[in-house]
């Protein structure tokens, strides 16, 4: 399968600014959409934004005009720039990713989740 792995989490103030990333494992062949979730305590993962192979670009409601998604094909990396955060912001941030990957054997589809990474936005 592919791994994906997030960085850029942390404590930031109200206003602040921070960028998340996520790279995918090199055995990654072809990736199609990839995008960011959340979730927040007691409350269900919820979509942030999501980023086609083609660059299309979807945000929920709530970070439209904040936040900016955007990849690199050639790193297989996808980031998330978040500006004016609030504290409502805060969670846990996972990044999602579909395609296809190299097993050694063959081509096969993939669906994957990184760990998450926190980030908490301070009033």
């Known amino acids: 399968q592919v791994q994906l792995v997030e960085s850029g989490g942390g404590l930031v103030q109200a206003g602040g600014s921070l960028r998340l990333s996520c790279a995918a494992s090199r055995n990654a062949f072809s990736i199609n959409a990839m995008g960011w979730y959340r979730q927040a305590p007691g409350k269900q993962r919820e979509l942030v934004a999501t980023?086609?192979?083609?660059?299309?670009?979807n945000y929920a409601d709530s970070v439209k005009g904040r936040f900016t998604i955007s990849r690199d094909n050639a790193k297989n990396t996808v980031y998330l720039q978040m500006n004016s955060l609030k504290p409502e912001d805060t969670a846990v941030y996972y990044c999602?990713?579909?395609?296809?990957?190299?097993?050694?054997?063959?081509?096969?589809?993939?669906?994957?989740w990184g760990q998450g990474t926190q980030v908490t936005v301070s009033s």
């Open positions: 980023i086609t192979s083609h660059g299309y670009t």
């Open positions: 999602n990713a579909d395609g296809t990957y190299y097993s050694g054997s063959g081509y096969s589809a993939f669906a994957s």
